[in-house]
C-alpha cells in the first residue's frame, strides 16, 4: 500500500539527447484539473507517423481538442513560457481553429526516444 | 495533487570547466524535463545516479544551486521571460585515487 502511495507520485524526470517537444499545462475541460498536453502534430512529426496510424496503433493514448483561442489563454498564463513561445501559436482572431493535443506520458515519452527516471519526494 | 500533473520545465544541463577530464563523466542525455516543484537535490540525485557519481553540483552562473530551491523558483529568478531549455551547468566530484 505504502509503495503504491510512492509510486503513484514521484517526480518524473525525462532525459534525451535531442531537445525536447514543448509540452504545455492545460486544462481540457471544467471536470477535470490541468495536467500536461503535447500538440499532436508535433509527436507526429517526430514520429514520422500519420495522425490515422498513431490512433490505430496506440489507442490507449489520450487526444484530445481544444479552441485554439483558449489554448492560447491558458499558454498567456503559465510564468515559465517565454513571450515569444506563446507568440508562436498567435492567430489571427476571428480564425476558427481548433489544437489538437495529446496527453504526456511516461510511455509516450519513451516512445519519442527519451529516457524516464522517477524520484521520490523524500528518500 | 501529483507531481506528473504540474506544470513542466526544460533544462539543458552542460558539464562545468574543462581540462583533462574533459570527456569523462558527460551526461549523454542533456535536455531534461521535470516538475516545476522539482528541487535542486531531486535533481542531483537523479544526476549521481545517471552519471554514477557519489557528488554531482548543479550550478547556475558559476554559483551552486542552493538544495532547496524549486525549479520554479530558479526559473522565475534566473530566467523569466527567457525562452526554454534553462540552462544549467553541474560539477563533479569522484573520489581521489
Not at chain 2, 50 to 58: A, D, F, H, K, M
Not at chain 2, 66 to 84: E, I, V, Y
Request: hydrophobic share 40%; aromatic share 10%.
Amino acid at each position: 500500500q505504502e509503495e503504491d502511495e510512492q509510486d503513484s507520485d514521484r517526480f518524473v524526470f525525462e532525459f534525451s539527447d535531442k531537445q525536447l517537444l514543448p509540452c504545455y499545462n492545460l486544462q481540457v475541460s471544467v471536470s477535470r484539473g490541468p495536467c500536461n498536453w503535447f500538440i499532436f502534430s508535433d509527436v507526429l512529426k517526430r514520429l514520422k507517423l500519420s495522425s490515422r496510424i498513431f490512433q490505430a496503433r496506440f489507442p490507449h493514448f489520450e487526444v484530445a481538442t481544444l479552441p485554439k483561442a483558449e489554448f492560447q489563454h491558458q499558454l498567456s498564463l503559465s510564468q515559465v513560457l517565454a513571450p515569444e513561445e506563446i507568440q508562436e501559436h498567435m492567430v489571427p482572431p476571428g480564425a476558427a481553429e481548433t489544437v489538437e493535443l495529446v496527453r504526456y506520458e511516461p510511455e509516450l515519452v519513451r516512445l519519442l526516444g527519451s529516457e524516464v527516471a522517477f524520484e521520490a519526494w523524500s528518500s | 495533487h501529483y507531481y506528473r500533473f504540474d506544470e513542466h520545465v526544460l533544462l539543458c544541463l552542460e558539464k562545468q570547466g574543462s581540462g583533462k577530464d574533459k570527456s569523462k563523466h558527460i551526461l549523454q542525455h542533456k535536455y531534461v524535463r521535470c516538475s516545476v516543484r522539482a528541487q535542486i537535490h531531486h535533481l542531483r540525485r537523479v544526476l549521481c545516479r545517471r552519471l554514477e557519481l557519489p557528488l554531482v553540483l548543479v550550478l547556475f552562473d558559476n554559483a551552486p544551486v542552493p538544495d532547496s530551491m524549486t525549479l520554479k523558483q530558479l526559473w522565475l529568478s534566473c530566467w523569466f521571460g527567457k525562452p526554454a531549455p534553462l540552462l544549467l551547468h553541474y560539477s563533479v566530484k569522484e573520489k581521489r585515487r
